[in-house]
């Protein structure tokens, strides 16, 4: 069954202080995994895609990292701020049939 | 204003009650697609629509129905609301076309959420 299984379900830090956000999926076959940012009451935005072939990435203080061979991912959020309160969702996507798979997220609160 | 504008964006309604939630986008993408999201079970998909006359069900459609009045139109019917089906919903677009999925394709270009309340 494809699945895609986030961790922690929720989290909270001090502003200044990084966190990584867990992704764990069995989706087959890959095509490419993207993590949104949605804040409350808001749609979720994409902050970064990561292919099959990368292993790293960043967008400013967020940086991305994908192990294909154990189908793991992390986001990681360096030197948090107040506007980093927000749910992190994984979404991976099926190769061919373009078909979405989300994760639950990850409801970050950091605070001051 | 917003690529992908959705109306209302809060509803209060009866059960029993028909339902209609619009969306429209302006980022010219054949691919539209609802969402709904309920706490702790994440974002579930009850129809999407490949084109005008491309509509498909998702894995929750029962009770919802949908219409795609042009490329850029694509609404979300409730027949006879239930509370059951108080959510949040989401419309989204996505930059995919055709049967080629490009390395950085595939973004979902979310609205700003429509709350439905049924009492």
């Known amino acids: 069954k494809n699945q895609v299984e986030q961790s922690p379900q929720s989290l909270i830090i001090l502003e200044g202080k990084n966190c990584t956000l867990q992704?764990?999926?069995?989706?087959?076959?890959?095509?490419?995994l993207r993590w949104y940012k949605q804040d409350t009451g808001r749609g979720p935005v994409s902050l970064t895609i990561?292919?099959?072939?990368?292993n790293t990435k960043s967008n400013g203080r967020y940086t991305a990292t994908l192990d294909a061979d154990t189908k793991q991912s992390s986001l990681h959020i360096t030197a948090s701020q107040l506007s980093d309160s927000a749910s992190y969702i994984c979404v991976v996507i099926l190769s061919g049939t373009y078909k979405y798979i989300f994760g639950t997220g990850t409801r970050l609160k950091v605070l001051a | 204003d917003a690529d992908v504008t959705q109306t209302p964006r809060n509803r209060i309604t009866k059960t029993g009650k028909r339902i209609m939630l619009e969306c429209s986008q302006t980022k010219g993408h054949d691919r539209m697609y609802w969402y709904r999201q309920d706490p702790g079970l994440g974002l579930r998909l009850i129809y999407y629509s490949f084109d005008v006359k491309d509509i498909n069900k998702g894995e929750i459609s029962d009770g919802y129905s949908v219409s795609r009045q042009a490329q850029a139109k694509f609404s979300l019917s409730l027949e006879s609301a239930i509370p059951n089906q108080t959510a949040l919903y989401f419309c989204?677009?996505?930059?995919?076309?055709?049967?080629?999925?490009?390395?950085?394709?595939?973004?979902?270009?979310f609205g700003e959420g429509s709350r439905l309340t049924v009492l």
């Open positions: 989204a677009t996505s930059d995919l076309s055709g049967l080629a999925i490009k390395p950085n394709t595939g973004e979902l270009f």
């Open positions: 990561m292919t099959f072939s990368e």
């Open positions: 992704c764990n999926y069995t989706v087959s076959p890959f095509s490419n």
